[in-house]
Nanobody
């Protein structure tokens, strides 16, 4: 089992940047494929980005490609999401999640562990 705690959210103007962090504790962090999801008010939780256990493979939803970068530091048990060129439509609660699957997956039911979320608000 792994525990996940997100941080780094906040209020930013359109065009600005934020870096989210997800600190993991418990079972070996490097054993998990990791992902970032987001959920806007009234909408379903959606996949944003995923990364393999080694960091060698990544996956992004089309709407964030070229703007967001997912990365991980297994020595620090931490997952990151660098978000640049933010848009108002990026406003949501952002969640990190861990899965025991060894391939990159995008559906919420594939992920076994979730953080509590961090709010990102982008003003126009």
């Amino acid at each position: 089992q792994v525990q996940l705690v997100e941080s780094g959210g906040g209020l930013v103007q359109a065009g600005g940047s934020l870096r989210l962090s997800c600190a993991a504790s418990g079972r070996t962090f490097s054993a998990y494929t990791m992902g970032w999801f987001r959920q806007a008010p009234g909408k379903e939780r959606e996949f944003v980005a995923g990364i393999s256990w080694s960091g060698g493979r990544t996956d992004y939803v089309d709407s964030v490609k070229g703007r967001f970068t997912i990365s991980r530091d297994n020595g620090k048990n931490t997952l990151y999401l660098q978000m640049n060129s933010l848009k108002p439509e990026d406003t949501a609660v952002y969640y990190c999640a861990a899965t025991v699957r060894t391939i990159l997956v995008r559906t919420t039911f594939e992920y076994n562990y979730w953080g509590q979320g961090t709010q990102v608000t982008v003003s126009s």
